[in-house]
């Protein structure tokens, strides 16, 4: 099995920031990738962003693009979302989910292992 646990959401104020961690761990293979989504009330969860076990490749939400960015620590397992310049619209509970078979991939339907959600709320 493998488990993740998100942390570093909260409240903020419209043009702040926050860094969400993701950490994974349990029966995780060698090449795993690691995938922020994000769903708001009354709306279908929907993709932030991902990246390799390795780092090197990523890939960004038009929605977010420019401000949000993603990194991991592969010793640690651990993959940040920096988020930054928020906007009450990304207001949402945010769920990381990793595929240990390295695919990168956008749709939700890839993941088998999910976080339980950090909401983060930006006010206007």
């Known amino acids: 099995q493998v488990q993740l646990e998100e942390s570093g959401g909260g409240l903020v104020q419209a043009g702040g920031s926050l860094r969400l961690s993701c950490a994974a761990s349990?029966?995780?293979?060698?090449?795993?990738?690691i995938t922020w989504f994000r769903q708001a009330p009354g709306k279908e969860r929907e993709f932030v962003a991902t990246?390799?076990?390795?780092?090197?490749?990523?890939n960004i939400a038009d929605s977010v693009k420019g401000r949000f960015t993603i990194s991991g620590d592969n010793a640690k397992n651990t993959v940040y979302l920096q988020m930054n310049s928020l906007e009450p619209e990304d207001t949402a509970v945010y769920y990381c989910?990793?595929?240990?078979?390295?695919?990168?991939?956008?749709?939700?339907?890839?993941?088998?292992?999910w976080g339980q959600g950090t909401q983060v709320t930006v006010s206007s």
């Open positions: 989910a990793l595929d240990n078979r390295g695919r990168l991939s956008d749709d939700r339907r890839t993941y088998d292992y």
């Open positions: 349990g029966r995780i293979y060698s090449y795993y990738t």
């Open positions: 990246i390799s076990w390795s780092g090197r490749s990523t």
